[in-house]
């Protein structure tokens, strides 16, 4: 594999992917064990869309993981965990002790049943044995949909229900920060309305007192007791399914973004090598739950491809305090640390106090991921936790894309605060007007759409090809469509200005406000709702929803209350309102749309100017919604 080591060999290297990407995307899959070279590189269409990566081609990515490096990396550590409270002892890992798990585990879900192609869900806390469920699946071809822990009972069932799981794989209960989270218990109410599980298997975290079905549920050390460590690799087709992961739009319910297993592979490995510029030997710490994309692909995949040591953290980022990520850093000497805004804003707050006792010297590059990262969370970062010395790749990317798309290449891009800087090779950006019509040229803003496929786009929206179509492929025939804002500048540098549809990111976590707004209809005395975004000093966005009670004489406090828990039961507190506004109508245009535009408006605080009102079919409302904004 190439690695970029200059911004000359970077634009030498984006030509060639542009060029020939046939060719470049072959070169960077060479490396791996292939069980059968693939016959074609390429083959798509962004109208079906139809993408074939590796056509042919069979591996099993758990080789690649693990197997391929255990005649050199046998006794390196491949995970530190760190658990939630460090009183607790942390445990390690080396590649063979992971390979041998990993084997034992895929040995205990036959055992259970699952064969090739069947979808496993995986609802656990941040545990080495999460690392060991996906790569297990992974193994005997089996299909993981991981469902992040901070997901409710009725969010989670949704999510078996739409992939018909066979399996769940769960905890007894997970803690975070001071809490113990009954996690069985909530699989166990998931599970009510989803007929497809046949076996729940689950691992004792925190011993507390489950119920366990007779004839369903079986204990992972029990399991594992029973089974040998020898398994063999499933061979897999390259456009195999490796993986089903959820994620909000700005219509229905969450979808099941598809990755498959070859191009996934090649390209989360070549963005961690290129990106962080990985060295051997280093330690690596992403912060993401595995629950979502960024763990999927930096704290499990390309790690492990890339044969890279990492850390994986069970706790929260101010629990005992908020010097535990610094701490943490220096216990295990951590070189390249990858977080997020929220976390680096939250910290930030807390004050220096909880920075200054610890060294940070071993860091060498610092990421950030998940939302627009505002100029002074970036200046924070980079001199009291990077003291100046550190790059900062600032990523962006999506659940959609596998793999980080436009982000700089450590110590090779120059820097600017607040942008992503420039796409990576084989990564094409357009910009487009609302009409589709491509922006060409510098210092210019638009949609960011992409107009070639690189290896780790998504397939498919599972069960529903024709959402994926809709979602990504219609707004602009021919291209992929982000969902994000975009400026270009002077220099070609690319800033993201966020969301452009209805999805909300708040603390980094994608919320569709549809969603919340049939959560929030739920309740028996609300007729309707309406949700927008608002900028959130912490958490980047917060949520601010307007709703209309149809009994007059409620408690405005209970109703509050109520509406917040009927949030949290049905997608989880993740999706909680910051502020609750009860109206008495919605501004709505005379065909009966909601006017999102002046809702916007009133939750940024933004009273006086609330642009063109005339198409409103009932002026009044407004007035009223100016005076009750909160
Ligand atoms: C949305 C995708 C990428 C993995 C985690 C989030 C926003 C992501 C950045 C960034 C500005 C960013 C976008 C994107 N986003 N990274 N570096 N700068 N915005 O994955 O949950 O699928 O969310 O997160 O709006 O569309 P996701």
Redesign the pocket.
């Known amino acids: 594999m190439s690695r970029i080591t200059s911004i000359e060999q970077y634009h030498q290297e984006y030509k060639r992917s542009i060029d020939h990407p046939e060719e470049f995307w072959a070169e960077q899959a060479e490396q791996f064990v292939w069980k059968k070279k693939w016959d074609r590189v390429l083959d798509w269409n962004f109208i079906d869309p139809k993408i074939n990566w590796y056509i042919g081609g069979k591996l099993n990515i758990t080789e690649n993981c693990l197997d391929r490096h255990l005649p050199a990396r046998a006794d390196q550590i491949a995970y530190y965990w760190e658990p939630n409270d460090p009183a607790e002892k942390a445990v390690q890992f080396t590649y063979k002790q992971l390979h041998e798990q990993v084997c034992k585990f895929a040995n205990v879900l036959k055992k259970n049943g699952a064969k090739k192609g069947d979808r496993i869900c995986i609802y656990m806390p941040m545990v080495p044995e999460l690392v060991i469920a996906l790569l297990a699946c992974a193994r005997i071809g089996a299909i993981h949909s991981v469902v992040f822990g901070g997901f409710s009972a009725s969010a989670l069932s949704s999510r078996i229900q739409d992939s018909d799981c066979k399996i769940v794989i769960a905890t007894d209960g997970a803690y975070r920060a001071a809490k113990d989270i009954p996690m069985k218990e909530l699989v166990d109410e998931a599970l009510e309305v989803c007929p497809s599980v046949s076996k729940v298997i689950v691992l004792e975290r925190t011993q507390t007192k489950i119920k366990m079905v007779a004839g369903r549920d079986v204990f992972w050390n029990d399991e594992m007791k029973k089974v040998n460590s020898d398994c063999a690799a499933e061979p897999m087709d390259a456009e195999d399914m490796l993986f089903i992961l959820y994620?909000s739009g700005s219509t229905g319910k969450p979808k099941g973004v598809v990755h498959t297993c070859g191009g996934y592979m090649v390209y989360t490995h070549y963005t961690f090598e290129n990106v962080f510029q990985y060295r051997d030997n280093e330690v690596f710490w992403c912060t993401a739950d595995i629950g979502?994309?960024?763990g999927h692909s930096y704290c499990v995949y390309a790690p492990l491809l890339a044969g890279a040591t990492s850390v994986i953290f069970e706790g929260v980022p101010t629990y005992p305090d908020a010097s535990r990520f610094w701490q943490v850093i220096d216990k295990y000497k951590v070189n390249i640390f990858y977080t997020a805004p929220t976390a680096i804003r939250a910290l930030e707050a807390a004050g220096l106090n909880f920075v200054n006792p610890y060294q940070l010297d071993s860091l060498r590059v610092l990421g950030?991921?998940?939302?627009?990262?505002n100029e002074e969370a970036w200046n924070w970062y980079n001199k009291n936790i990077g003291k100046e010395k550190c790059p900062i790749v600032?990523?962006?990317?999506?659940?959609?894309t596998g793999g980080m798309m436009i982000s700089p290449i450590a110590g090779v891009t120059l820097t600017k605060p607040g942008f992503?800087t420039l796409p990576l090779p084989g990564i094409q950006p357009v910009l487009v007007d609302e009409k589709g019509n491509e922006i060409f040229g510098n210092g210019v803003e638009g949609n960011l759409c992409i107009k070639f496929p690189w290896p780790s786009i998504i397939r498919s929206t599972y069960g529903d090809h024709e959402r994926c179509k809709q979602n990504y492929f219609v707004t602009y025939p021919g291209l992929y469509f982000?969902?994000?804002g975009c400026r270009r500048d002077e220099n070609g540098y690319y800033r993201?200005t966020?969301?452009v549809d209805d999805v909300m990111?708040v603390s980094?976590?994608?919320i569709g406000t549809a969603e919340v707004e049939s959560a929030i209809n739920m309740h028996a005395d609300i007729v309707e709702s309406a949700v927008v975004a608002y900028p959130h000093d912490i958490k980047g966005q917060g949520i601010y929803a307007f709703v209309i009670c149809t009994k007059k004489n409620k408690d405005k406090d209970a109703l509050r209350k109520e509406i917040l828990a009927e949030v949290t039961k049905v997608i989880g507190s993740i999706a909680k309102p910051d502020k609750i506004q009860i109206v008495s109508g919605l501004p709505k245009t005379r065909s009966g749309k909601i006017m999102r535009r002046i809702l916007r408006k009133v939750a940024e605080g933004e009273l006086t100017n609330l642009g063109d009102t005339s198409t409103l079919l009932d002026p009044a409302v407004v007035d009223e919604i100016k005076a009750g904004a909160l």
């Open positions: 994620t979502w994309i960024t950030s991921v998940g939302e627009p990262i600032d990523t962006w990317w999506q659940t959609e992503a982000t969902g994000d993201i966020g969301r990111n980094g976590h994608r």
